[in-house]
């Protein structure tokens, strides 16, 4: 076990985790008390109703919400008080709902924003590599973003974080506007992300029943409170996802 700052203790192959969260909109609290950890090379998902404080805790974690009480910890160390950006530059990979890109540039000057400090070798196999996983995009390199279609964006969107291949990434909603048809592609390449590239994942995703094929670990969410940690095979029981939503 490694000892952390404010006593706080660790597994050493724990990538994320956050310690007693409390965090409010305004003077309405959000969170209560939240506590969760991601080890390296995992999935694991948030799960709750809506409202519940999901998307949150996310927020927390990449630093564009500031806790009221508690303590977020990224490889050992104590990230509380860095500014979203050092916590990017850590190794933190946001995907926001609907999918962050530049509209007014195109796929390539997209990819090119997010790898703008990548030395060439490192810049070319970065490109080939979210080319073979997005096939789509690299058909499209001169087309304009804001003219893509929404799977198309979310491909972007994930393209521009993964150039600079963070240890961890944070999903909020990946495939919400998606066609039904769309959504368990978007899964596969989450699926693909992690065992390709090695890179953790906290997930955040209104399909549920898609979200646990590929999680180890769920995390069970209401009214900003961890209620329960599960594996995905004991959640198959829609009792148990009942209670989490309606009870």
């Known amino acids: 076990m490694d000892t952390l700052e404010n006593g706080k203790s660790s597994s050493s192959d724990e990538i994320l985790s956050i310690d007693n969260i409390h965090a409010s909109y305004y003077k309405k609290k959000i969170l209560n008390g939240v506590s969760i ?3 390296n090379g995992e999935i694991v998902s948030l799960i709750g109703p809506n409202g519940a404080g999901k998307s949150t805790i996310l927020k927390v974690i990449i630093g564009t919400l500031e806790p009221r009480e508690g303590n977020v910890f990224f490889l050992n160390e104590n990230i509380t008080n860095l500014p979203p950006h050092l916590r990017v530059k850590r190794g933190i990979g946001y995907f926001i709902q609907g999918g962050e890109v530049f509209g007014n ?26 080319f073979g996983l997005f096939p789509i995009l690299a058909g499209m390199s001169s087309k304009r973003a804001g003219l893509l279609s929404g799977g198309e964006r979310q491909a972007l969107a994930l393209g521009i974080i993964l150039m ?24 596969a390449k989450i699926q693909r992300i ?11 995703e209104q399909n549920i029943r898609e979200a646990l094929k590929i999680t180890k670990r769920v995390y069970l969410l209401k009214n900003g409170t961890i209620i329960g940690e599960e594996k995905p095979e004991n959640l198959a029981q829609e009792e148990t996802l009942e209670e989490v939503f309606f009870d």
Not at 119 to 129: A, N, V
Not at 196 to 201: E, L
């Open 164 to 187: 600079r291949r963070p240890n961890l990434l944070l999903l909020d909603e990946p495939s919400a506007g998606l066609a039904p048809s769309l959504v368990k592609q978007i899964i």
């Open 37 to 39: 950890s991601v080890a």
């Open 105 to 130: 540039l195109t796929v390539m000057e997209n990819l090119q924003m997010g790898g703008f400090d990548l030395s060439k070798p490192e810049y070319k196999g970065r490109l080939d590599e979210i």
């Open 194 to 204: 992690n065992a390709d590239f090695g890179i953790s994942i906290l997930l955040v």
